[in-house]
């Protein structure tokens, strides 16, 4: 399984991502945006794509979904509760569903709410363990729940489904976010040096060349995984006097600070 980050160079940032089996050719396109894009990687790599899998239903993960079906017959997959969200899906997922494609491509499905209500992510199930997190989980943090999501919700997500994914499960976000959420990171916790030494090194990449990071990496500079930090906790009690030290009540309040950061 071989997995290519496509940047769109809008103003949002976007990351589409082809994952293809390389010894068919076949490919998965997730999150389709810009099709001109989508099309000229696929075709320079020799790809055929067959199928469509949009992690959640905003307007800039499926808005290629018509442009990808006309030129390659692809099939839609998406969430079970985005199917009256998004056109012509041809098949709904649930948490557990595996999606394949050629013989190297082997997908498990997590049903992922927080960031909306009908998310998902997917994760590799053969070859280097890679996780596909749409608008879930962005380098150095988390999606926010303002359009149709709940941070409760995306407190349980991190928790008990992503944080338990093995250390070194590489990360593919849908968006471009790794530097501003570095210094976010660090507004929250100014001694972590993993992320001070990790935005020195970014600053210096194009969004095409980011670094990709791990679950491991995630642990050590994401403030929400972070959720028992002293340091963290004592800037949240700047913003929230009556903060409490659970983790759930810091998560909670990250994300509140994160929304008008």
Known sequence: MNIVRIYMGNTLRNYCHLIACEETGEA???DP???KKCLAEANRLGLSITTIVNTHEHF????????IVEATGAK????????NRIPNVDQGLSAGDIITVGNTVRLRVLDTPGHTMAHVCLVSEIGAPALICGDTLFNASAGNCLYGGNVHDMYQTFV???AQLPDNTAVYPGHDYIENNLRFSLSVEANNHVTQALLAKVEKQSPEQRQITTIAIEKSINPFFRLDNEEIIAAL???FPTQKDDP???FTHLRAIRDRW
């Open 248 to 250: 759930e009540s810091v």
């Open 33 to 35: 945006l810009d099709v």
């Open 76 to 83: 839609i997959l998406a969430h079970n509760n985005a199917v």
């Open 28 to 30: 998965i396109i997730v």
């Open 160 to 162: 008990h489904q992503l």
């Open 237 to 239: 009690k700047q913003h």
């Open 60 to 67: 800039d993960h499926i808005e290629g979904n018509p442009g």
